[in-house]
């Protein structure tokens, strides 16, 4: 019995071997690795599997924030507008201008860009915080103009630079109006300023209007859109800063909002920035294999040195440096010859020694120069006005019959005298325009570039040494004035005539042709008048 049970047991344990075999090897012929579906099928149903395996978890979908950029704030109102005015009325007289074409077109892209600018300056205030203008923010300040100001000088330049061109008047008015860019500097009423650079721009614009209006009706329509960008940005002053910018009192420092605006222009969307739920582009591929120079010892070698290395190459070579050099005979030597010497341009005490001439002179950097102190003030019989530059408002001064007026190192500004004073002198200044009443005696204007004087009332006598580039504008009560010029060119005399005081304009000579007549046995000078 007990043998009987023992068979029955190996038996047992033989089969449930086999059985254990036989499953092992069902398992690993039907347990696959699933496969993906070609390109363009859908997958229909799912493999089979012997055996329940864990699901692993889908890929993380890709978040807003990890596949697109940020999302910006919201322009302000201010903003939006001001881009209306720039993509209607500012492109619009930029258009007309480019039909024009040549300095009128490049005068026009400068003032875009001024525009431009200035947006961008006016978002920056929407953030910023005022800089302390008296403080170590000041620089801070003028960086952020900058671009503004880079914008205006380039448009006078243009101007500055072809006075004699056709299109002289037109380019005239578009400089004398691009002032308006200073508005976002004024803190009282800055729309009064846009209007003022319209009356600005009109007295050349108006000339350009009355000679153009029968000849060339779109140099009419230029004008008109010129004049065009004055009235709508007036308008949008006194509806958005009627009385300056207001700036962000809790926004971050100026610094830090100029910084991050430049880098948000600068820095332009990547090429490889992946779509969401999309795959990533493929890297670029790559550059040119690297170009080796490999040379051999004897080529390297041979190949002249140059600079230091040439220097220390002939110091290491010991005794043998002067090697090369030529042995002077003692008929070739100065000191053992005096007929030698006395002809020889080298040594001696005889010899002509020429000078040498002076190192010249460069000019101190801007950043270096210390700026004086704006000045004005009476003393005693004399008004001192001194060192001022780029005032955004006029500069009045009520005068009595004894005042003395002296102007110096004004820059870019405006002066009116009202009253009768005794006289006015103007000294190197540039850009200066002076408005006066009545004076007793003259005004007096040295080393002056681009003046312009306007007597209301009556002047005797105005006198110009060493000035380039002037406007004198006299009234009906002037008109007697008598004008001395020394050393001055570019001075345009404009008188007003008839009911309307409409402006005439007559040129000064400045270049005088002299010859001797035998006849009358003296110099006879004549004014060279240039046609065409």
């Not at 077109?105 to 200035?118: C, D, K, P, T």
């Amino acid at each position: 019995m007990a043998t009987t049970n023992m068979h029955n047991l190996t038996t047992l344990i033989k089969r449930l071997e086999a059985a254990t075999a036989r499953l092992e090897d069902i398992a690993s012929s039907t347990i696959e690795l699933p496969q993906a579906p070609p390109l363009g099928s859908e997958l229909t149903s799912s493999p089979p599997v012997a055996f329940d395996a864990p699901t692993p978890p889908p890929p993380p979908q890709p978040t807003a924030n990890a596949t697109s950029a940020p999302v910006s704030d919201p322009l302000p109102e201010s903003i939006e507008q001001f881009d209306a005015f720039i993509n209607e009325t500012v492109d619009g007289y930029v258009k007309l201008s480019k039909h024009l074409g040549g300095l009128v077109a490049e005068q026009a892209s400068e003032v875009l860009r001024g525009f431009q600018a200035e947006r961008e300056f006016l978002l920056l205030t929407t953030k910023a915080r005022k800089p302390d203008l008296n403080g170590v923010e000041m620089n801070v300040y003028q960086d952020i103009l900058k671009p503004i100001n880079e914008a205006l000088v380039s448009v006078t330049n243009i101007k500055e630079a072809n006075r004699g061109s056709p299109v002289f008047a037109q380019l005239c008015a578009v400089a004398e109006g691009i002032m308006v860019l200073a508005w976002v500097t004024v803190d009282n009423r800055p729309w009064k300023h846009v209007e003022e650079s319209l009356a600005s721009a009109q007295f050349f614009g108006n000339r350009v209007l009355k000679e153009q209006k029968d000849k060339d009706p779109q140099q009419a329509e230029w004008v008109n859109a010129f004049y065009q960008v004055f009235r709508r940005l007036a308008d949008y002053v006194k509806q958005h800063f009627h009385n300056g910018i207001p700036w962000n009192p809790k926004g971050r420092p100026a610094g830090e909002v100029m910084k991050s605006l430049s880098e948000t222009t600068e820095v332009a969307p990547s090429a490889h920035t992946s779509q969401p739920g999309g795959l990533p582009p493929p890297p670029p591929p790559p550059g040119p294999a690297p170009v080796l120079d490999i040379q051999d010892e004897a080529t390297a070698s041979s190949r002249p040195k140059a600079g230091l290395d040439a220097v220390f190459s002939e110091l290491n070579k010991g005794d043998q440096v002067t090697k090369g050099l030529r042995k002077v005979d003692k008929s070739e030597m100065t000191h053992k010859n005096p007929s030698l010497r006395a002809g020889s341009t080298v040594g001696g005490h005889d010899a002509p020694r020429g000078k040498s001439p002076a190192p010249g002179k460069k000019p101190k950097p801007e950043s270096m120069r210390v700026k004086k102190p704006a000045k004005k003030e009476l003393d005693g019989n004399k008004w001192i006005i001194e060192n001022y530059d780029r005032e955004p408002q006029p500069m009045e001064i009520e005068a009595a019959i004894s005042h003395s007026i002296l102007i110096s190192r004004c820059n870019n500004t405006t002066i009116i005298v009202k009253g009768k004073a005794n006289a006015v002198t103007i000294e190197n200044s540039n850009r200066l325009s002076l408005i006066v009443d009545t004076l007793v005696s003259t005004v007096d204007v040295i080393k002056s570039q681009n003046f312009a004087l306007q007597i209301l009332g009556t002047v005797p006598t105005v006198m110009m040494d060493q000035v380039d580039g002037g406007q004198i504008y006299l009234s009906n009560e002037s008109s007697s004035t008598k004008i001395f010029t020394s050393k001055s060119s570019g001075i345009n005399l404009n008188v007003a005539e008839g009911p309307e005081h409409d402006y005439v304009e007559l040129p000064l000579p400045y270049q005088i042709c002299s010859f001797y007549d035998p006849a009358k046995k003296d110099v006879v000078h004549e004014i060279v008048c240039h046609a065409g």
